[in-house]
């Protein structure tokens, strides 16, 4: 069907046509490779590509601010980036695969208010990048600054009250209520100045007025504080101060003042006519601009007394002797002089200008014949408290006048005695001394008084004195009362002491003089028979007849009374104790002699010593013989006698002795304590039986003590015996009634009873 050129060109063609068939696939290939984009950004969207970002500008570093998103069309794995113009600062950083961006560095509004990013996505083969913009937002992180700081203000002090004296001004960098600014004081109410809030204009208060003499300087502290804003999500409001310093400058509106007011001057009686007697200074009130001051005296000099214009010195001008008044009150005008020569404005001020006296006498002190230095006098003791003594002839004097001869009069010695009358003299005075205490005034205590009478100036620099010795020589009375050593005195004397000993001294002391200070003794009270005193030497001592006996009475007690030759006395009480003495042996008692002792039992022994105290009457027991031996122990203390411990039985006792009666003779004492020891011996009879025998025979031997007892019982026997043949005979006698009622014959039976018959075998 086709032909060659056909063929051929069939040839042709398919040679054209694989090229064409490999260029159309390599296109196809190429044209399947799409780029990958970014998501479209949404309002407020935190993910896209980052366009229309906004960040507030506190927001912390290292958070997760976006995400960058977007795709492949071919749907291979994308990765993202961010570059940065060269020179800018790196504030994000992003995670290539997942997309998330991070702030890395600190945002700061004021500084940098967009930040230029290019932001790119990749999917290995194709990459797209964008430059994008992000706002920085504003946060309250900026404080207000002032401007054009320090602020020094100059205002006259007559600058009137509400007027403005100066603009503060401040800035806040951030935006919105956080850059608005208001202004206000602090010490609002103890300040002389208000601010306009929003201007910042500071004004004098409505009312108020400077005064540079008062204050020169005043220190205004000025706030200013933003309207407040979001901040790491708190409000903040910040604020700032600073100082104004208000200088008042001073204005021509003050009279001058005088200084270091009130003025007094001296002029000695020594003065001489020209001199200067003081210095007045006055200056201008207006202390910034002060005029030169002119001194003159208005009155009061009386032609005595001048003053240096300028100088302010007052001079006198007379000779103190011809001066006329002891004190003149100058009254001196200080006026300002302005720079033109004119006097404005002037004060005034009273100068106290005194004639003084030099003070060149002391005190002194005169007696009847002159001057002296010495008063004596001599009078009894205990005087009346208020008396003047009398016989003290004083006067103190002082020449010099005024204040130089006013001075001081005291006594110095032994306070509270007396006391001087008048304390404070001017020129001259008698001298009255009074008795203050008289209890203080004892002649047993002080045989002379000696004081100083001193006067010494009151006002004057010099304070001279002068001296006088007062000595008071006393005399005694009887004024005191013997007095003994103690108020009691205790004595002991044995009580085999001889009639006349000596028991104990007492001792008063009557410290007056003479006769008033002897001594008389004597004893009174019931206790005080068997004693005597002597009556100057106050030993008491037993009457020569008198026999002591502790045993009878160990107690005696009674006063000694002590008398001077007024009759004064006093009185103290004697206890005197009679002490015991050993003089009487132990005595056993009567029934020493037999004691029955029952076998485990002791008996008991008791001796008495008629002593009165221990250890005389105290009694010590001991066997001193008994055959035989080592059959009895006794007690020293109690005087029990007991058998040995191994003696349980008469049987042993029985194999001890031969003696069947077992009845023992033991020699027993009684020995006492004292010194010398007495003691006593007895012979006991102990008869040892068993508990039965013992107590019948005890019992028979105790009925010889008591002889009563025995004849009780003899009669108790006797009565018992009539009253049982009573009994009897009554029974057999109505016996024998019965039956002779019963049976008549058988009495006769009885009665003609003859004898027995016998058996005949």
């Known amino acids: ?59 912390p570093v290292g958070t997760h601010v976006y995400t960058l998103n977007g795709t492949d069309p071919e749907g291979d794995p994308v990765s993202y980036g961010l570059a940065y113009e060269a020179g800018s600062r790196r504030y994000f950083s992003v995670d290539k695969n997942l ?64 007027s403005s004296i100066f603009k ?8 919105g209520s956080g850059g608005s600014i208001t202004y206000f004081l602090q010490n609002i109410h103890a300040n002389k100045f208000t601010i306009d809030r929003h201007s910042g ?25 933003d309207g ?27 009279p001058p003042m005088f200084i270091g007011t009130p003025y007094y001057g001296y002029v000695y009686e020594d003065t001489l006519a020209g001199s200067e007697v003081l210095t007045v200074v006055a200056l201008d009130g207006d202390r910034g601009k002060p005029n030169s001051i002119h001194y003159c005296i208005v009155n009061g000099s009386e032609g005595s007394f001048e003053i240096g214009n300028r100088t302010g010195a007052i001079s006198v001008i007379k000779s103190p002797n011809q001066l006329k008044k002891e004190v003149y009150e100058l009254k001196v005008q200080a006026s300002e002089v302005s720079q033109e020569g004119d006097i404005s404005v002037y004060a005034f001020a009273m100068v106290t200008i005194r004639v003084v006296d030099l003070n060149n006498h002391p005190p002194t002190f005169y007696g009847e014949n002159g001057p002296q230095n010495r008063f004596e006098l001599t009078m009894y003791e205990h005087p009346p408290e208020g008396e003047i003594l009398r016989g003290l002839k004083i006067t103190v004097n002082d020449s010099d006048q005024g204040a130089n001869a006013k001075f001081n009069l005291r006594l110095v010695g032994p306070g509270g005695i007396f006391r001087v009358v008048p304390q404070t003299v001017l020129n001259e005075a008698q001298v009255t001394i009074i008795v203050e205490n008289s209890a203080a005034i004892d002649y047993e205590k002080f045989k002379v008084l000696t004081f100083k009478l001193l006067a010494i100036e009151v006002n004057t620099p010099e304070k001279f004195s002068s001296t006088a010795d007062v000595v008071i020589r006393l005399l005694d009375t009887n004024d005191n009362v013997p007095k003994f050593s103690s108020d009691y005195y205790i004595a002991r004397i044995p009580e085999n002491s001889p ?36 009556p100057s030497t106050g030993i008491i001592y037993t009457q020569p007849w008198a026999v002591l006996d502790a045993e009878v009475n160990s107690k005696y007690n009674f006063y000694v009374k002590a008398e001077d030759t007024d009759g004064k006395y006093s009185l103290a009480e004697v206890f005197i104790t009679v002490l015991d003495v050993n003089d009487h042996s132990p005595e056993f008692n009567e029934n020493i002699q037999e004691k029955t002792m029952i076998i485990g039992s002791p008996v ?14 105290i009694v010590d027991y001991s066997i001193m013989q008994a055959d035989p031996a080592n059959v009895f122990d006794i007690d020293q203390s109690t005087g029990e006698i007991k058998l040995k411990s191994y003696i349980r039985s008469l049987d042993i006792i029985h194999n001890i002795t031969k003696n069947k009666d077992c009845i023992w003779s033991v020699v027993v004492q009684a020995k006492d304590r004292g010194s010398p020891s007495f003691s006593t011996t007895a012979v006991l009879k102990i008869d040892i039986t068993e508990e039965i025998k013992s107590r019948v025979k005890s019992y028979i031997l105790g009925l010889k003590k008591r002889p009563w007892t025995i004849f009780g019982i003899c009669m108790s026997g006797v009565l018992s015996t009539i009253s049982v043949t009573m009994v009897i005979s009554t029974i057999m006698y109505w016996k024998s009634v019965k039956r002779s009622r019963l049976h008549p014959q058988g009495k006769i039976r009885k009665i003609i009873r003859g004898p027995p018959r016998r058996t005949v075998c």
């Open 168 to 175: 503060i001004e401040a800035v806040d960098k951030d935006t």
């Open 604 to 617: 008991k022994i008791e001796a008495i010593d008629q002593d009165a105290e221990e250890p005389n009457n």
């Open 499 to 534: 009639g006349g000993s000596n028991v104990v001294a007492v001792t008063a002391t009557d410290p007056d003089s003479g006769l008033w200070g002897e001594v008389k003794y004597s004893i009174y009270g019931t206790g005080a028979d068997l004693f005597l005193i002597h």
């Open 201 to 225: 204009v500071l004004r004098i208060k409505t009312g108020v007025t400077l005064d540079y003499e008062k204050s020169r300087t005043h220190f205004v502290i000025v706030v200013a504080k």
């Open 228 to 254: 407040g804003g979001k901040l790491r999500g708190d409000n903040k409001v910040f604020s700032a101060t600073t100082t104004v310093t208000v200088n008042v400058e001073d204005v021509q509106d003050t």
């Open 1 to 59: 069907m086709f032909t060659e050129s056909q063929v051929t060109k069939p040839n042709n063609c398919h040679l054209q046509n694989a090229f064409l068939f490999g260029f159309c696939f390599a296109l196809i290939a190429v044209q399947a490779n799409y780029a990958p984009y970014f998501f479209d950004n949404g309002a407020r969207s935190t993910n896209g590509n980052m366009a229309l970002l906004s960040l507030s500008e506190d927001t």
């Open 99 to 162: 997309g998330n961006v991070t702030l890395i560095e600190e945002l700061d509004r004021e500084k940098e208010d967009e930040i230029e990013v290019i932001v790119s996505i990749s999917d290995g083969l194709s990459t797209v990048s964008e430059k994008v913009r992000i706002l920085v937002t504003d946060a309250n992180d900026e404080s207000p600054e002032f401007i054009n700081t320090p602020y020094i203000v100059q205002v006259p002090e007559n600058a009137p009250s509400g």
